[in-house]
């Protein structure tokens, strides 16, 4: 057990019975950190805990506000109370963050004997009576319980308008200049983001195989950055949806500023509501197929099947899961609970299996878990930096939500808990013998091309 340093935690205002209290919990719970933490209550008193006490100076420092963070700790278990602390303010993080988050994988496995688990209980009864500094308000918490993952066409709307509008302001600050809000793809580590998220626009037109006069769907466009491109780089006549009202205003201003509305057109449309048969050349679906719901994916491959040509191209691109299903853990319930209300994840070979029951034929899958992992980091780095502006156009409460959900993912995309893999399939015709519908290599995605 590592030693804490000499700094008591009493203060006159304090009954030394409840700091004995707290500093019983905080030993228990931190003492064996595989790190070295530091720890500032209330009263300003300032300890460190871990495995490295002495040995490395802590990463990061927890800044506990309200004694109550330790309680629910205690009471509720789990890294979930800490996040939920954080976002109302009752807990700080000053240092580096993503060490911080490496607090979720030692409550996950931190193991304490019966006598251990009964006093932690006692002691976090009694700081029911503790008092705490008074707390500036973060603001309201974006919580999500409502949803039910039923994933009718009313709560799609309203799980999407949750987290896509937000602000078009707030999105700024953090993403590209284009407004790409998927994973990059990056040629080099020293790409910036912007040029590794046009790398990544123009490496779906390639895999799709775009030429000029095609017409080109793109479910959950965004705000409207690969229409913009395929139209504009391709000549493609492009069609985008999107459930997001502010997504479609701003994706319609830039399609005007490009003069590009001769070539594209967006709508608020469910993709369910999607009409015609074999209407399209090329369906692209980018970071879509999770929001659609793992009961609902027949029905969505059946769509795209269907509004597209015979022997055309689909690109199927989203986040995946390690684990089979969408089961209760501490990250679904986080991400479900403060990010993406009806969110879904399932492993990359059931979704290829959803489209294969579809009809369609797998060409090719790409795993840029890396690509996203590098993304997330440049977001996270990006909205810190602009942290004074963004709590002009969002609460402090939601800023904080968008940092750590966006780093923890980073995290779990370099820990390999989730994946993102882009899918190229292709509709079956419906006669054999089926066309070639892809070069019988990959090379022309790497050849120097002329944009139209």
Known sequence: MARSSSTTLSSASVDPGLTEAATRIIQK??????????????????????????????SFTLVLR????????????????????????????????????GLKQHFQNLTLTGRERAGLLVDALRLA????????????????????HDHTPESDREAISHHYDVSNDFYKLFLDER?????????????????????????????????????????????????????????????GITLSQEQLEEANRRIAAEGLEDRITVELRDYRALEGQGVYDKVSSVGMFEHVGLA?????????HRVLKANGLFLNHGITHEEEGWQKSVDTEFINR???????????????????????????????RMHYARTLRHWVSRLERNHDEATIHV?????RVWRLYMAASALEFESGGTGIYQILASRRPDARPYPQPVPLTRGDLYERKNAC
């Open 296 to 304: 609902n994916l027949p029905q969505y491959n059946a769509t795209v």
């Open 29 to 58: 719970l931190l003492g064996r950190f595989d790190g070295s933490v530091a720890l500032r209550l209330w009263s300003d008193a300032t300890q460190s805990f871990g495995k490295c006490v002495g040995q490395v100076a802590p």
């Open 338 to 368: 403060y990010v993406f209300p009806d969110g879904e994840l399932d492993r990359v070979s059931n979704i290829q299996s959803g489209m294969e029951k579809a009809n369609f034929e797998i060409q090719d899958v790409e795993n840029l």
């Open 129 to 148: 009576f503790m008092p705490a500094r008074k707390i500036a308000p973060a603001g309201v918490v974006p919580t999500t319980r409502q949803f039910t």
């Open 179 to 239: 407004m790409v809000y998927s994973c990059a793809y990056f040629h080099s580590p020293d790409d910036t983001l912007e040029t590794a998220q046009a790398h990544k626009l123009d490496h779906i037109c390639r895999k799709l195989r775009l030429q000029p006069g095609e017409r080109l769907l793109d479910i959950g466009c965004g705000w409207g950055a690969l229409v913009i491109w395929a139209a504009k780089h391709y000549g493609v006549r492009a069609h």
């Open 66 to 101: 309200d004694p109550g963070v330790l309680r629910d700790l205690v009471l509720k278990r789990g890294p979930i109370p800490l996040a939920d602390a954080y976002f109302h303010g009752r807990l700080d993080v000053e240092g580096d963050l993503y060490a911080a988050l």
């Open 395 to 399: 609460s402090e409460s939601t800023y």
